[in-house]
């Protein structure tokens, strides 16, 4: 999701890149409407509502044509901070549980082979992209890296963008209410999200703070893709496994980096003439369809030869953002450090395999 402040910026973060070439919008008004968005979804009790809520009506204003946006260099801040937070859902018995998971993560890559393909022919006949679009807009997962390397391969970095917002948007909207409908989910009473106490010890505070600027700053130096958020989940994840401290940030202070993160990515929209968000959208929403689809046949077919439920498996292969997949399955309860581990693996299968993978075809003469 994936990559620090500029190239690096992560999958799930909202970019400047949709805005560049126009005056920077409001973020105030932006953080604003978010705040709001996210208040008026946790009063109704729906699910995930402080980034939810703030995606929804950030978005709703872009669409309209408010100019706001989000600085990327506050996304990074609490992008490490929602690291932290899903690092610390990591537990000592973990290590009994990883080499359970050696069927799912193969299966995970099968599944981004067959949707990729599944959705690259779905772009071309449906909304009559180029070749070199239509593959990049449809891997799902490394959304700077296929606009980047999509733009070198003469593929419209714009509609790569634009679609790759719009599958974060959708299958983040679309799970929680579907699991809400289908298993026996009912969002956590109270206004904010599970979290720590803001009076924990100093030590604590100084474990945690760490665990973002060290894990941040060694995951860019290693080049490792969305590297805000994964550098402190791992060293999160790592110090709360060894049993170092069993911390985990505020609640109040998670609301807010999940506002920042929701209004980021509404913000994406902002700037983009509503013909061209309606269409990318309208056809987004097959591709999103076709991956969530897939999605649920590989959870069923999975949950026969493993001990994992079918929908922690639709959470773990949904290319939903890792970030944001991540805090679905903790607002539901289910398996985050599972959930988590996945998407890594999918954006790393992505971020290395799809460029290899197109440039190999071009020369062969199949693109």
């Given at each position: 999701?994936?990559?620090?402040?500029?190239?690096?910026?992560?999958?799930?973060?909202?970019?400047?890149?949709?805005?560049?070439?126009?005056?920077?919008?409001?973020?105030?008004?932006?953080?604003?409407?978010?705040?709001?968005?996210?208040?008026?979804?946790?009063?109704?009790?729906?699910?995930?509502?402080?980034?939810?809520?703030?995606?929804?009506?950030?978005?709703?204003?872009?669409?309209?044509?408010?100019?706001?946006?989000?600085?990327?260099?506050?996304?990074?801040?609490?992008?490490?901070?929602?690291?932290?937070?899903?690092?610390?859902?990591?537990?000592?018995?973990?290590?009994?549980?990883?080499?359970?998971?050696?069927?799912?993560?193969?299966?995970?890559?099968?599944?981004?082979?067959?949707?990729?393909?599944?959705?690259?022919?779905?772009?071309?006949?449906?909304?009559?992209?180029?070749?070199?679009?239509?593959?990049?807009?449809?891997?799902?997962?490394?959304?700077?890296?296929?606009?980047?390397?999509?733009?070198?391969?003469?593929?419209?970095?714009?509609?790569?963008?634009?679609?790759?917002?719009?599958?974060?948007?959708?299958?983040?909207?679309?799970?929680?209410?579907?699991?809400?409908?289908?298993?026996?989910?009912?969002?956590?009473?109270?206004?904010?999200?599970?979290?720590?106490?803001?009076?924990?010890?100093?030590l604590d505070w100084a474990i945690l703070a760490g665990c973002g600027v060290v894990g941040a700053i060694v995951a860019k130096r290693l080049r490792?893709?969305?590297?805000?958020?994964?550098?402190?989940?791992?060293?999160?994840?790592?110090?709360?496994?060894?049993?170092?401290?069993?911390?985990?940030?505020?609640?109040?202070?998670?609301?807010?980096?999940?506002?920042?993160?929701?209004?980021?990515?509404?913000?994406?929209?902002?700037?983009?003439?509503?013909?061209?968000?309606?269409?990318?959208?309208?056809?987004?929403?097959?591709?999103?369809?076709?991956?969530?689809?897939?999605?649920?046949?590989?959870?069923?077919?999975?949950?026969?030869?493993?001990?994992?439920?079918?929908?922690?498996?639709?959470?773990?292969?949904?290319?939903?953002?890792?970030?944001?997949?991540?805090?679905?399955?903790?607002?539901?309860?289910?398996?985050?450090?599972?959930?988590?581990?996945?998407?890594?693996?999918?954006?790393?299968?992505?971020?290395?395999?799809?460029?290899?993978?197109?440039?190999?075809?071009?020369?062969?003469?199949?693109?």
């Open positions: 999701m994936t990559d620090t402040a500029d190239q690096q910026r992560p999958e799930n973060a909202g970019g400047d890149r949709m805005t560049a070439g126009r005056p920077k919008g409001s973020m105030a008004l932006a953080l604003a409407l978010g705040t709001a968005g996210g208040l008026l979804f946790a009063w109704a009790k729906l699910p995930l509502p402080w980034m939810m809520g703030a995606m929804v009506a950030t978005t709703i204003a872009s669409v309209a044509g408010a100019n706001i946006r989000v600085d990327y260099r506050l996304r990074t801040v609490m992008i490490a901070i929602l690291g932290i937070m899903l690092g610390s859902a990591f537990q000592p018995s973990l290590i009994d549980r990883i080499g359970e998971w050696t069927i799912t993560i193969a299966g995970l890559l099968v599944y981004a082979i067959v949707a990729g393909s599944l959705c690259t022919w779905y772009f071309r006949k449906a909304a009559g992209y180029d070749a070199v679009t239509s593959y990049f807009a449809s891997s799902p997962g490394g959304l700077n890296e296929m606009v980047i390397v999509g733009r070198e391969m003469g593929g419209d970095d714009r509609i790569i963008a634009l679609t790759h917002s719009a599958r974060i948007l959708l299958v983040v909207m679309t799970l929680p209410f579907l699991f809400q409908l289908f298993t026996d989910y009912t969002p956590a009473a109270g206004l904010l999200p599970r979290g720590g106490s803001i009076d924990m010890p100093l490792i893709p969305a590297a805000v958020l994964i550098g402190p989940m791992l060293l999160s994840a790592g110090i709360h496994v060894a049993g170092v401290t069993q911390a985990t940030p505020p609640s109040l202070l998670v609301a807010i980096a999940q506002v920042v993160m929701g209004t980021g990515i509404g913000c994406r929209f902002a700037g983009t003439a509503v013909r061209d968000i309606v269409k990318v959208v309208g056809v987004s929403i097959g591709s999103t369809v076709i991956l969530l689809v897939l999605g649920v046949l590989f959870g069923f077919a999975l949950q026969q030869i493993t001990d994992v439920p079918w929908f922690v498996l639709v959470l773990a292969y949904a290319p939903g953002g890792l970030a944001e997949m991540s805090l679905v399955a903790l607002a539901l309860g289910r398996d985050v450090a599972f959930v988590a581990t996945h998407h890594i693996f999918r954006i790393g299968f992505i971020v290395i395999l799809a460029p290899l993978a197109f440039r190999i075809m071009r020369r062969t003469g199949r693109v």
